[in-house]
DNA sequence: CCGACCGCCTGCCTGC
DNA sequence: TGCAGGCAGGCGGTCG
């Protein structure tokens, strides 16, 4: 499920469920998702206030009001349900046999009366808690690359992350360093946006000192139009194959304008990338 | 620095 | 209907 706008919109979801509200219980059903729960997690949890929930790339960082953060990540297959205590008594047996419970790794009580329970069947989300003056030391945010829907990612940040970097272009977009928040699937969608070959150099879109060439600033454009259309599509269209351009879309026609092309398939990085041979240069 | 590969897990789909 | 194999949107590691 996850990348950079299906995190924020959990993030919202959260932010309506646990901002100004205490942890009033913390379950654990185990010890660890992907890396262990810290040391004391349940007990430097519970009683503390969420002063905010900000995303930063695919990881979501609840501020607490004890000066610790809560990160979080969803992995591949991590994501959030927020009930109401209510609602969790008086489930009716149906909901019960679509649901599945075997997965609920954690169960925040909240203050607020609702419950955030986070389910992972495959287990490579993680949660950490942190100091938040040390949240910049944190190994997995301390190099993480800019903020692609932020002011300050632009075509020279961009450009800057693919200077002398002999990766394939696809590749370098899903390295978090270059830039935050970008998987597999809107990698594949940019690049098709911006006419750019999954294959190429990264070190094509730079000059050797760095300046940006013009791919670069159509790539950046791409990058954005394409996270944020994805952030604010309606709940009706978001399961809709046609929500992509390329991605899960081999064998068919290529929707750029005038284009004849057929979307391909193939495999970078032990990853499948979705192109178009033709447009994409 | 780079590409290729593996491991972590479970679920789902395909083909036999 | 069962079973094996391949694949999945992330990330971190090793090796040559």
């Known amino acids: 499920m996850p990348e950079l706008p299906e995190v924020e919109r959990v993030r919202r979801t959260l932010e309506s469920a646990m901002v100004d509200a205490r942890f009033v219980r913390v379950l654990l059903n185990r010890e660890d998702l992907r890396q262990p729960f810290p040391a004391g997690f349940a007990r430097r949890l519970r009683g503390q206030t969420v002063r905010a929930l900000v995303r930063r790339g695919k990881y979501l960082l609840a501020e607490l009001s004890s000066d610790d953060v809560l990160v979080m990540h969803l992995g591949m297959t991590g994501w959030f349900r927020v009930?109401?205590?209510?609602?969790?008594?008086?489930?009716?047996?149906?909901?019960?046999?679509?649901?599945?419970?075997?997965?609920?790794?954690?169960?925040?009580?909240?203050?607020s009366g609702l419950t955030v329970t986070f389910n992972d069947p495959r287990r490579f989300g993680m949660m950490d808690l942190v100091a938040a003056r040390h949240l910049t030391k944190h190994p997995s945010l301390a190099t993480i690359g800019p903020e692609p829907l932020s002011r300050r990612f632009d075509a020279a940040a961009l450009a800057a992350g693919c200077v002398n970097r002999r990766i394939a272009l696809k590749v370098a977009l899903l390295d978090q360093h270059v830039v935050a928040g970008i998987g597999n699937i809107y990698a594949s969608e940019a690049l098709h946006l911006a006419g750019l070959s999954p294959f190429r150099r990264a070190s094509t879109l730079a000059t050797r000192s760095g300046q940006p060439r013009p791919g670069c600033v159509r790539l950046v454009t791409a990058?954005?139009?394409?996270?944020?259309?994805?952030?604010?599509?309606?709940?009706?269209d978001r399961y809709r194959a046609s929500r992509f351009r390329v991605y899960d879309h081999e064998g068919e026609h290529c929707s750029t304008p005038g284009c004849r092309g057929t979307i391909a398939r193939a495999w970078q990085a032990g990853r499948s990338t979705f192109y178009c041979p033709v447009c994409q240069k």
């Not at 990058?223 to 009706?236: F, N, P, Q």
Request: a positive charge.
């Open 223 to 236: 990058i954005k139009a394409v996270l944020r259309r994805a952030i604010s599509l309606k709940e009706s």
């Open 83 to 111: 009930e109401t205590a209510s609602g969790l008594a008086g489930r009716k047996p149906d909901r019960d046999a679509a649901l599945d419970n075997r997965h609920d790794h954690v169960v925040f009580t909240m203050s």
